[in-house]
């Protein structure tokens, strides 16, 4: 029977993991956290310059709110997008909270003139890069940005998690995406 | 860039795609800017794809499970034959109780203890009281206004004229004729009223 009943959890869809929760089933949590657990860590580490203490509150904050208001949660709405639209929130509130001079661009290292790129790309150094870029982007155009490209959520869902309409989501990938690729120019291939 | 060519980018390098595709993708961008975005949008999902929470976590959270009640919790709607069961227990228990007074009677009363009516006295209290009543008095009362009326030079000069006389004679003024300023005698010419004066005794 115990057998039967996690596998029902493992199977149920979100929203039925929900409802059970509106019943504090325990099992129902645990389910939904490990499901969502490691993704809307990562979430709130890209989207928080990459501090893992940060990102760890964050996520404790968001899934204590699934345990104090899952009333608040409207089924006929998705589970994803719900619990994408409070992360993105939390980060929001993150952002404004943030002084304006700890969100300057970072000043260059060295100068990238100088700096020796051999034929074939050297992925650490990229990928360091390409972190910064992404710190360099805007709050909106960051969002966007991970929730596209990090995330894999389609516009129409980005659009309604940010409450926005799907051209504008397009747009600010579009900027977002220009502005990344403007700072890593030097690794054209 | 639309939906079409960053599915291109994911999947192929410009060198990699057929001549239809790369029209399509001239026509948005350059070659160069395609390869290089399609770097990125393969970097960026596998960037810090390590990250992972603490396993504590899972736990702290599943501790404040039972100690928190949700703020919205409900209990199930209880069945409809619970809810019968429970009206129908409350009726019996109800004609029960009503049963055991029934069989119990009156009370006895005896004679000496007997309630006697009760009489009502009715009492006019008279009271005076001083109300003061607040009274709204009008006044009339004059109000001096004064205001500046700026006329035109031509409207404004004979107003001007008849408020000031003229402080320099214009050509038409006539010259009055005065009669001439009586001048007196010099001592020169009265040696003996000079002498009066200068006499020292």
Redesign the interface.
């Known amino acids: 029977m115990f057998k039967s009943n996690r596998h029902t959890i493992q199977s149920a869809s979100d929203e039925t993991l929900m409802q059970r929760?509106?019943?504090?089933d325990?099992q129902a949590?645990?389910a939904l956290?490990?499901r969502y657990?490691?993704r809307m860590?990562?979430y709130f580490?890209?989207m928080l310059w990459?501090d893992?203490a940060k990102?760890?509150d964050f996520?404790?904050e968001l899934?204590?709110k699934l345990?104090?208001?899952?009333?608040?949660f409207d089924p006929s709405r998705s589970f994803r997008t719900w619990l994408y639209t409070l992360a993105a929130n939390l980060c929001k509130n993150e952002y404004r909270r943030k002084s304006p001079a700890d969100l300057d661009w970072p000043a260059p290292a060295t100068d990238w003139q100088s700096v020796y790129l051999p034929e074939q790309?050297d992925r650490e150094l990229?990928?360091t890069k390409?972190?910064e870029a992404l710190d360099g982007l805007g709050e909106i155009h960051k969002q966007c940005?991970v929730l596209r490209?990090?995330e894999?959520l389609s516009?129409a869902e980005i659009a309604a998690i940010l409450d926005c309409p799907e051209g504008t989501v397009k747009s600010r990938?579009?900027h977002a995406?220009q502005k990344?690729?403007g700072q890593?120019?030097y690794?054209?291939? | 860039?639309n939906?079409y060519i960053e599915q291109l980018a994911v999947q192929k390098?410009f060198a990699e795609l057929n001549p239809d595709e790369r029209a399509a993708v001239l026509r948005e961008m350059t070659s160069?800017?395609y390869?290089?975005?399609?770097?990125?949008?393969l970097?960026?999902?596998v960037?810090?794809?390590d990250?992972?929470?603490?396993l504590a976590?899972?736990q702290?959270?599943?501790e404040?499970?039972?100690a928190?009640?949700?703020?919205?919790?409900?209990q199930?709607p209880a069945p409809l034959w619970a809810a019968l069961s429970m009206v129908l227990v409350a009726a019996l228990l109800s004609a029960l109780v009503t049963a055991w007074l029934l069989q119990k009677g009156p009370a006895n009363i005896r004679p000496d203890t007997a309630p006697v009516a009760a009489a009502f006295r009715v009492d006019t209290l008279l009271r005076v009281d001083t109300l003061y009543l607040p009274r709204i008095e009008w006044r009339e009362r004059i109000v001096w206004r004064e205001r500046v009326v700026y006329r035109t030079a031509e409207a404004a000069q004979p107003v001007a004229e008849s408020m000031f006389p003229p402080l320099f004679p214009s050509a038409d003024t006539t010259r009055l004729n005065l009669p001439e300023q009586r001048t007196g005698t010099s001592l020169a010419n009265q040696p003996e009223l000079m002498e009066f004066f200068i006499k020292v005794d």
Request: net charge positive; aromatic share 12%.
């Open positions: 929760l509106l019943r504090r325990e949590f645990a956290y490990d657990g490691a860590y990562r580490y890209r990459r893992a990102a760890e996520t404790q899934f204590l345990i104090e208001k899952p009333h608040l790309l990229f990928e390409l972190r940005f490209y990090q894999a516009v990938l579009h995406l990344v690729a890593l120019e690794f054209k291939a | 860039m939906d390098s160069e800017y390869d290089q975005i399609r770097v990125i949008l970097a960026a999902p960037l810090d794809k990250q992972e929470p603490p976590l899972r702290r959270l599943l404040r499970l039972p928190r009640a949700p703020a919205g919790f409900r199930k």
